[in-house]
């Protein structure tokens, strides 16, 4: 059984950083592309980032990029989402999700295991 959960969620102030990590069990982490979504209230599940099986191959949103830095950890079976620079409209739940494929893809439904999430509240 999949096994993904979420932490480092919590309230800071625009500009702050924080630091997300999802731990996997149940799966051969390290075979599977990983990815960050989130979701605020009214809105979509958007993508955020992922990375392939490696490490080598990422993918940003652009309302991201250059601010959030994914990278994995495949002897742990972590994957952590460094956020620095956080706006108010980073907001919103923040999900890790495996995506078994072999592309690394920005839409939903290309992942196949979800977590349960963690609140992200950035302040203005």
């Known amino acids: 059984q999949v096994q993904l959960v979420e932490s480092g969620g919590g309230l800071v102030q625009a500009g702050d950083s924080l630091r997300l990590s999802c731990a996997a069990s149940g799966v051969t982490f390290s075979r599977y592309i990983m990815g960050w979504f989130r979701q605020a209230p009214g809105k979509e599940r958007e993508f955020v980032a992922a990375l392939s099986w490696s490490g080598l191959t990422r993918s940003y949103a652009d309302s991201v990029k250059g601010r959030f830095t994914i990278s994995r950890d495949n002897a742990k079976n972590t994957m952590n989402l460094q956020m620095n620079s956080l706006k108010p409209e980073d907001t919103a739940v923040y999900y890790c999700?495996?995506?078994?494929?072999?592309?690394?893809?920005?839409?939903?439904?290309?992942?196949?295991?979800w977590g349960q999430g963690t609140q992200v509240t950035v302040s203005s």
């Open positions: 999700a495996v995506n078994r494929g072999s592309n690394i893809g920005r839409e939903p439904r290309t992942y196949d295991h």
